[in-house]
Structure formats: C-alpha cells, structure tokens
C-alpha cells in the first residue's frame, strides 16, 4: 500500500511564501517523478510542477519565477516553495508520485489527498 501525504497548506497573503510538503510511504521499489497539481473551484487540475529522479523540473507558465519544486529522494518526498503568491494560486494541491512497485510491474500513478491553499489578505 502506497500513500502519500501532503502537509504546508493554510493561508498565506499576495506576495507571501508557503512551503508545501509530499512524503511517498509503502512498499516502493522506485519513484521516477514526483510533482504538484492543483485544482481551483470550477476548474479542471492542473500541473503546477513536477521533477524527475535525476532532477530535471517542469513548471507552468503561470508560477514560473515563483515556485521552486525540489526533492530528497533518499526520504521519498518533494516540495514546493511557493513565493510571491497571488490569490489566483489558491487551490487545492495535490502531491503525484509516478512510481513502481517492483522491477516488473509497469509505472502507476499515485496521489494525496490534497490540500488547500488560499491566498488573501
């Protein structure tokens, strides 16, 4: 059984900084990448960011310059720093984790449950 748990979200005001967090647990053989999308109210999810086991990132356009994804893949977990927010981030994120669970089971993707992040003053 494989979960992931996001913690970090809450509230944060236009132009502050929150920090989300991601830690895969369960028996993982590999994790090949990890990322964050995030779902607003009447809006289908979309891909924040993600970065792959050898580091290479991939950002949206609209937080580009603003959030920074990294990962410590000795702990299975990812992060997002999210600086210079803007009420338009606020959303639900989710944490993905495309992984296998063995040598010979093919790539799956896995997800947490979210978490809320709304910006306002």
């Known amino acids: 059984q494989v979960q992931l748990v996001e913690s970090g979200g809450g509230l944060g005001q236009p132009g502050g900084s929150l920090r989300l967090s991601c830690a895969a647990s369960?028996?993982?053989?590999?994790?090949?990448?990890m990322g964050w999308y995030r779902q607003a109210p009447g809006s289908q999810r979309e891909l924040v960011a993600d970065?792959?086991?050898?580091?290479?990132?991939n950002y949206a356009d609209s937080v580009k310059g603003r959030f920074t994804i990294s990962r410590d893949n000795a702990k299975n977990t990812v992060y997002l720093q999210m600086n210079s927010l803007k009420p338009e981030d606020t959303a639900v994120y989710y944490c993905?984790?495309?992984?296998?669970?063995?040598?010979?089971?093919?790539?799956?993707?896995?997800w947490g449950q979210g978490t809320q992040v709304t910006v306002s003053s």
């Open positions: 369960g028996s993982i053989f590999s994790i090949l990448t």
């Open positions: 970065i792959t086991n050898g580091a290479t990132s």
């Open positions: 993905n984790a495309d992984l296998k669970l063995s040598p010979w089971l093919p790539v799956r993707a896995y």
